[in-house]
């Protein structure tokens, strides 16, 4: 499906411009998509299936009103009311009669003879009484908001066409929480509340600062940031003189959106309130839960539409500031509570708000209109769409223990990744990989490694009699259970050797059970896989990436190309930002699993070291990068041992609220194949 996909982006000065900006990441390898961010008089739509706009009420934007009037698609309306972008269009290009017109064709007579005293500079324009939004609506083919109160919004607006209520994308960022405090001056205990965005009256700020005055009464080490542009006609730093609270609050004005997310995460406490709303998302507010902050809203609008378990909401009207105070004295007075919040908001949004969800729905729907008829929604009949729904997933299993990340970054996504079968517990796998186990030395590998094999076998998704799997690195530890236990009809292996030759391997278990399987050896680093393109299913890659030289993109390039669209990649390494890891540098050793040289064998081999150990991070960025998407990604421990010892490393990232998922000693990732490697060289990786 060939689609044009019109917005503004980034450095323009508009949070959809970001949002499109993450949207077009994710959606580029499910379509064949062209961004347009500028005008286009010379568009030709005929190169294209479906044409997608993403509208604001801001100047930003009309070159995608105006060629979403000129040619219709989907329109994307993320708040309704355009009477900005409409002013923007009209009198501000010195076209009175254009704005005079449109007002009347929006809201009739009436309207029109407010838009003359407008022209007459006797009154603004109504603003909030005139949406502006009729004229776009009418030629849209298809529509797509972000919540239920848009869409019932737009339906009140008159439209009968296929409405989509996709919800905005959460970003999960990472930023440096104790940089920015130290920036501000402060601790890393004291408590930090932060506004975000234009400071405008309508973010409710002077309610905010009345209760925050009344909370630095009872605390008075409570510090107030307010980040964005100030607005000319709301004089703040006037407000916070006169409220006594110069000590406490800090205006720090417009910030790029680097050091916008930084000061996001200084925060403990972020106020995203607003009345009175035309329907909008707030990309500050998906930003704040993604970053696990405990946050306020408005209970007005898309807000009220977020689970309460999430984020607190205050009632507008009588009785606001009194509820603000009340949520601010208790998240201040306990942090535990505000830390709990915030893990169930990242948890929230990372599972229903991801951005490949989220392009997913965008790219099932933009099908679905692009092959739909007019007489599929008569005007009598008000349809949504709905999104395919997908399988029913099977809980993740629990095998050794791991650390679960609370939000695994941007995983689970929709599609959960398989796990073995009813018949093959993980329990019943342990036993079985020790009778594959013949002398000594395997015996004390598998002793050592026997949570991490169980675990490996416990994630990789099951097979059937067609399916194929490619073990990486393949010592035939747990090779055999790839078909006995996990049912995949063809098992292949691999190792490093020279290019073109194979070794066929038969071994026979203790209980007398036969496998057979064929070797490749090549260089992983180096050579194109001896495999055809979308040959297998699934593919191991266990303990093999940290070994490499010079260019693991190389081998997530072929496993790519060799996996079935759809298939995964099971891909497990050391945790080099692991507990252990951490008390290591912080005593002055080195943080690495197993950094050492290796003394050279009597014959003169050597078997390779380490060269690099990754973060949970780095594996999920190389997943994405590589053309994956993340559908599970954990840490757990090779042995099932407790580290007490660790515990004061565990007090002190909580002192400083800092994350403490992940940090076992083994990194377990899973992706499934959505599109082409998307990053070749990125460049955390390569330089």
């Known amino acids: 499906m060939r689609v044009a996909f019109f917005s503004p982006l980034p450095p323009a000065r508009s949070g959809i411009a970001d949002y499109s900006e993450a949207l077009v990441e994710s959606l580029r390898p499910l379509v064949e998509l062209e961004v347009f ?29 105006e060629t979403a009037l000129r040619h219709p698609g989907v329109v994307v309306m993320h708040e309704s009311n355009l009477h900005h972008l409409i002013t923007d269009l009209t009198i501000r290009r010195g076209d009175w009669d254009a704005y005079v017109a449109e007002c009347e064709y929006h809201g009739g007579a009436a309207a029109r003879a407010f838009a003359e005293r407008v022209r007459k500079l006797e009154v603004g324009p109504d603003y909030e009484g005139v949406a502006m939004t009729r004229r776009l609506l009418e030629s849209a083919r298809g529509v797509v908001v972000h919540s239920r109160f848009m869409r ?40 930090l509340i932060g506004i975000f965005g234009f400071l405008k009256p309508y973010k409710r700020i002077a309610e905010s600062l009345r209760a925050f005055r009344r909370l630095v009464r009872v605390a008075p080490a409570a510090k107030m940031i307010l ?27 417009f910030t790029p959106i ?47 539409e977020f689970p309460g378990d999430v984020c607190l909401k205050v009632p507008v009207g009588a009785g606001e500031e009194d509820m603000i105070f009340e ?23 990372a599972t229903e708000c991801n951005w490949a969800v989220v392009a997913r729905k965008y790219a099932g729907f933009l099908e679905f209109v692009s092959g739909g008829t007019d007489d599929r929604f008569p005007s009598s009949v008000s349809l949504d769409w709905q999104p395919p729904q997908p399988a029913p997933a099977v809980p993740a299993s629990d095998a050794g223990s791991p650390e679960k990340s609370p939000q695994a970054e941007d995983a689970p996504q929709a599609e959960e990744t398989p796990q ?24 004390w590998y598998l002793n050592t490694h026997e949570t991490r094999l169980v675990k490996t076998l416990s994630i990789t998704p099951p097979g059937g009699p067609c399916d194929r799997v490619l073990e990486m690195g393949a010592y035939l530890q747990i090779t055999p259970a790839l078909k006995t236990k996990l049912g995949y009809g063809e098992v ?38 001896p495999y055809p393109n979308e040959y297998f299913s699934t593919v191991l890659c266990g303990e093999l990436i940290e070994h490499l030289f010079e260019d693991p993109m190389h081998l997530m390039s072929e496993v790519n190309r060799i996996l079935k669209p759809g298939g995964h990649l099971v891909l497990t ?84 609220e800092l994350d403490t998922s992940l940090r076992g000693d083994g990194i377990f990732g899973v992706g499934r194949k959505t599109g082409p490697v998307r990053e070749r060289y990125p460049g955390w990786l390569y330089t």
Request: with cysteine.
């Open 152 to 191: 019932d919004e737009t339906r009140a607006a008159g439209y009968r066409g296929p409405v989509a209520v996709i919800p905005h994308g959460a970003w999960i960022p990472q930023a440096d929480r104790m940089a920015y405090r130290h920036r501000l001056g402060l601790d890393g205990t004291t408590s």
């Open 37 to 65: 961010s500028g005008a286009q008089p010379a568009f030709d739509m005929t190169r294209f299936d479906i044409a997608v706009y993403q509208v604001g009420n801001n100047a930003h934007h009309d070159f995608v009103y």
């Open 573 to 656: 390494t050391p945790n080099i930002a692991s507990l252990r890891g951490i008390a290591a540098i912080l005593q002055g050793y080195h943080p690495g699993l197993f950094h050492s040289y290796i003394k050279p064998a009597e014959s003169g081999h050597v078997d390779p070291r380490h060269n690099r150990e990754y973060t949970p991070r780095e594996i999920h960025q190389l997943l994405e990068n590589s053309g994956f998407e993340v559908t599970l990604l954990e840490t757990g421990g090779f042995r099932d041992a407790p580290h007490p010892e660790y515990g004061w490393v565990l007090h002190l990232l909580n002192r400083y």
């Open 492 to 529: 292949r292996g691999c190792y490093y050797g020279e290019l073109g030759r194979r070794d066929h391997r038969t071994v026979v278990s203790t209980d007398g059970e036969p496998f057979e399987c064929d070797i490749d050896l090549f260089d992983a680093e180096k050579d194109r896989f």
């Open 420 to 443: 073995p079968k009813k018949g093959s517990p993980a329990d019943e796998l342990a036993p079985y990989l020790h009778g594959w186990a013949h002398d000594e030395e395997q015996r």
């Open 327 to 349: 949520y601010l004295n208790l998240l201040v007075s306990r942090p535990e509570a505000a830390r709990a919040l915030g893990e169930r908001a990242k948890n929230y949004v």
């Open 227 to 253: 980040v964005g542009e100030t607005h000319p006609e709301f004089p703040v730093n006037a407000m916070i003189r006169s409220m006594g609270l110069d000590a406490n609050v800090r205006v720090l004005g």
């Open 258 to 304: 680097d050091e916008f997310v930084g000061y996001l995460a200084a925060c403990d406490i972020v106020l995203n309130l607003r009345y009175p709303t035309v329907g909008e998302s707030s990309g500050t507010l998906l930003r704040s839960l993604g970053l696990g902050k405990a946050v306020m809203v408005s209970e007005v609008g898309s807000f009220q």
